[in-house]
């Protein structure tokens, strides 16, 4: 891992002495790279048992909600075991609004889906976020599974069958005609590799921007785009005064009060933007290829996977979040296989990773400087020489 984190860190050397149009060059380029993958079904990483889009799909998924969490768990110092309780109002939110009891388009649903949300957020870390450490990770986790017991007895959402036929977002072009007509702009072929050759499935295309149960890649191009945007938004806030009370927050919470630091109100603003993000999330999943939802949709398992998504990326570091999304939602579906064994490989692995690499894949910078200076001085410590005795 030290060898993965030199290169990281010789390779980011490198990009910072790069001009500035060459940097952005490059950004674009990787940018275009990542929306074109499920289109250029790379060797090795490509799954063939399941739809390769539809992986990709999930991936997207799990990385923004990985990053919505990392705002709480990562920023705030905040333990947050009830996440999926957000993604859930996010998602029926969604369900409710479009096709339960009224039929707005998605792109009006979307903004209130994620307001309801940040209230949501609001008023569970009002009351929570006075009690700290394992008590409100006890607190988050109830509310969890409060949520998920809720829309599972209560008939005006729909009850345990679930809310059906939630739309879809806006196709752009004509639509297509039922069940599987042509429809969209235009069609992007994708391609099929015969060892390291490439050559063109014209029996595998991608109707551009035309979302519905023919194929996951505009889905998961939806997606990657929020996900591009909360990228930005995190990183304007993480440099700003408010990322700065946030570490004060997670590191000394007593010391940062002294200081003049209302925690109170920083965590509480941790809590309401990580639930934003979650509702996003959630209303994304609610109009995806299926369009249906059930209590069953949202077990606890999920929430749990979204918090290995963080410590296993790494808590505090935007990107270490994305990885850990990454791997969460990519493994299992990768060795399907191996489907008696991968879930338990998975959480042996989950298991090994946190005794040699406690501070997850890609740990925050801070956490580097501090391992650093903290093997720097037991090393000097160590070529001190015993005092000699004075008469």
């Not at 299992?332 to 692995?349: Q, Y």
């Amino acid at each position: 891992m030290g060898v993965v984190r030199e290169n990281l860190d010789r390779v980011a050397r490198r990009y910072r002495a790069l001009p500035g149009p060459a940097r952005v060059a490059l950004v674009v380029l990787l940018v275009v790279l990542v929306y074109l993958l499920p289109l250029l079904r790379p060797p090795i990483i490509t799954t063939n048992q399941i739809d390769f889009g539809g992986v990709m799909f999930a991936i997207a998924a799990f990385a923004l909600v990985a990053v919505g969490l990392n705002v709480v768990i990562g920023y705030a110092g905040l333990l947050d075991l009830g996440y999926v309780g957000f993604y859930a109002v996010g998602a029926y939110t969604t369900g409710v609004l479009t096709s339960y009891h009224a039929h707005w388009a998605f792109f009006l649903a979307l903004p209130v889906a994620i307001a309801v949300t940040m209230v949501t957020g609001v008023l569970l870390g009002w009351p929570t976020l006075r009690v700290r450490g394992d008590y409100l990770a006890i607190v988050t986790l109830g509310f969890g599974e409060i949520i998920r017991i809720a829309v599972t007895n209560v008939e005006w959402v729909g009850a345990a069958r679930g809310i059906k036929d939630i739309p879809h977002p806006p196709n752009i072009g004509p639509d297509p005609e039922p069940p599987f007509g042509d429809g969209g702009l235009f069609t992007i072929p994708s391609l099929q590799w015969d060892g390291i050759v490439p050559s063109l499935d014209s029996g595998r295309e991608t109707t551009f921007l035309v979302f519905g149960a023919v194929s996951a890649v505009p889905y998961y191009w939806l997606v990657l785009s929020f996900l591009i945007l909360i990228l930005f938004a995190d990183r304007l806030i993480k440099d700003s005064r408010v990322g700065r009370a946030w570490e004060a927050t997670r590191e000394d919470e007593d010391a940062a009060e002294h200081m003049g630091v209302p925690t109170f109100k920083f965590k509480l603003l941790a809590f309401a933007l990580g639930a934003a993000v979650g509702g996003l999330s959630g209303s994304l999943y609610a109009s995806s290829q299926s369009g249906y939802i059930n209590p069953q949709s949202f077990p606890l398992l999920l929430s749990i996977l979204f918090v290995a998504a963080v410590i296993v990326g790494g808590a505090g570091n935007r990107w270490g979040a994305i990885i850990g999304g990454t791997l969460v939602a990519y493994l299992p579906e990768r060795f399907r296989e191996f489907a008696d064994f991968r879930l338990l490989v998975f959480g042996l692995a989950l298991m090994i990773l946190p005794v040699y690499r406690s501070q997850g894949l890609l740990p925050p910078r801070r956490t580097i400087r501090a391992r650093a200076a903290a093997e720097e001085i037991e090393h000097l410590e160590g070529r001190d020489e015993a005092p000699t005795e004075v008469v």
